[in-house]
């Protein structure tokens, strides 16, 4: 009788289990569109890349000066290699001048320092300094500077991004009456990786740069006003870069600190991609909207490592029924207030020689557009004690796997599972 009820009680476990998910699948939402002025736009955290809204986020379109970004980037990463020094003093040439729009003001023959073309790029959207500093890290081969920066979105997963120069300006064939400019293509997701891997990268560099609303060049006797309309409006606001040319429209990418309240368990930040805003006034409003939507945002301990978030059966194992999941790091979240958040645990197969350290499952966190905004490996401690004729079970199992001899359906084999 006892092991009839004990049955009973797992089935009912399981459908338990499985039944909040197709109920919760009937009543997802749509998520919300925060703005109405650009064609394109999403707002993430740095730290878990969560999306808090987007509109055509993957449409790809012109992204103007907000190719500058890039063109930091690989510059960095030349500081980095030791191929360049902050102090390196750059001769300008008449290579570098032969561009129009925004300008540092070189002149043929000035030697600057590579650090002011840097702040120069950032600050007042040089495009006389993006092809000095493409010129000096490649040895006077723009086009090769171009490369890099092709292979680093490549390398940052922008698959919707292409580079033709260092500064987004477009490049008109004037022998042809029709057809459009060649120019720099990207999404306003790839932006917001972008500028989540260069904050990862080169936090301090980036933002002692773009946080600053005025910078004084005494060699030179200029003035950088910073062209970022939300650094002016707001204290936490730190980037990033702004951009404009007429087939792109007025863009911007910006940075906020989320932690300014001391709400948040770790300090985080918002990244807010505008792309094609008719003019500038519109521009500001929907970035506005953006930063709005992410201050009711907070970063989170969603669970600590260690501690056992949930208890499943592993496999259909007699060893490894109810054993106890724990993360295999801490979890943070970034989440509203009240917000309703769902748990499921995914279960992975797993091999004969399982420890403490195999990741036997992953616990999601859902919210309420059915979106998982984190996910974190589970171990488990009870894997030490796993009988001889346990591990000959998993052995079958993963030859099974390996033949495709397993016709089980990997998500109907989700361990039925409490949160705790």
């Not at 990418?253 to 932690?259: G, I, R």
């Not at 769902?342 to 616990?363: H, Q």
Request: hydrophobic share 35%.
């Amino acid at each position: 009788m006892g092991k009839i009820l004990k049955k009973l009680t797992a089935i009912m476990l399981a459908v338990l289990f499985v039944m909040p998910a197709t109920g919760y699948a009937a009543e997802v939402k749509k998520k919300p569109v925060a703005e109405i002025y650009s064609k394109n736009s999403i707002l993430v955290d740095q730290k878990t890349g969560r999306v808090i809204t987007s509109k055509e986020p993957d449409k790809q379109v012109p992204l103007a000066s907000i190719s500058k970004v890039m063109t930091f980037y690989v510059a960095q990463d030349a500081i980095k290699n030791g191929e360049v020094k902050k102090d390196d003093l750059v001769t300008i040439d008449k290579k570098m001048l032969k561009v129009s729009g925004s300008t540092m003001h070189l002149k043929e023959g000035e030697k600057v320092k590579f650090n002011e073309l840097l702040k120069g790029l950032m600050i007042v959207s040089a495009n006389d300094g993006a092809v000095a500093i493409a010129s000096h890290v490649c040895k006077g081969d723009v086009d090769a500077f171009v490369d890099r920066m092709n292979a680093k979105a490549k390398e940052l997963g922008m698959k919707n991004t292409y580079f033709i120069n260092p500064n987004g300006l477009p490049i008109y064939d004037w022998t042809k009456k029709d057809g459009d400019p060649k120019q720099n293509h990207s999404t306003a997701r790839d932006i917001a990786t972008m500028t989540k891997n260069l904050l990862d990268d080169y936090e301090e560099e980036t933002i002692a740069i773009t946080d600053c609303k005025l910078d004084h060049d005494p060699s030179r006797d200029c003035n950088y006003y910073n062209t970022n309309p939300l650094l002016h409006m707001y204290s936490n606001v730190d980037g990033l870069k702004t951009g404009y040319t007429d087939l792109a429209g007025y863009c911007l990418v910006f940075t906020d600190k989320m932690n300014s309240d001391g709400k948040s368990d770790i300090d985080n930040r918002m990244i807010g991609v505008v792309m094609g805003n008719w003019c500038k006034e519109d521009r500001v409003r929907s970035a506005n909207a953006l930063y709005n939507l992410g201050e009711n945002f907070e970063t989170k301990l969603m669970c600590k490592k260690g501690e056992t978030v949930a208890t499943g059966n592993i496999d259909n194992i007699s060893d490894l029924d109810n054993i106890d999941l724990q993360p295999k790091r801490d979890c943070y979240g970034v989440v509203k207030n009240n917000e309703d958040i769902t748990e499921k645990v995914r279960y992975v197969k797993i091999d004969a020689t399982p420890n403490e350290e195999t990741t036997v499952a992953y616990l999601d966190y859902i919210d309420q557009y059915g979106d998982v905004i984190q996910s974190v490996p589970l171990v488990s401690s009870n894997l030490e004690h796993i009988s001889l004729v346990s591990r000959v079970k998993l052995m079958g199992n993963k030859i099974k796997r390996l033949f495709n001899m397993d016709k089980t359906d990997e998500k109907k084999e989700l361990p039925y599972t409490v949160v705790v």
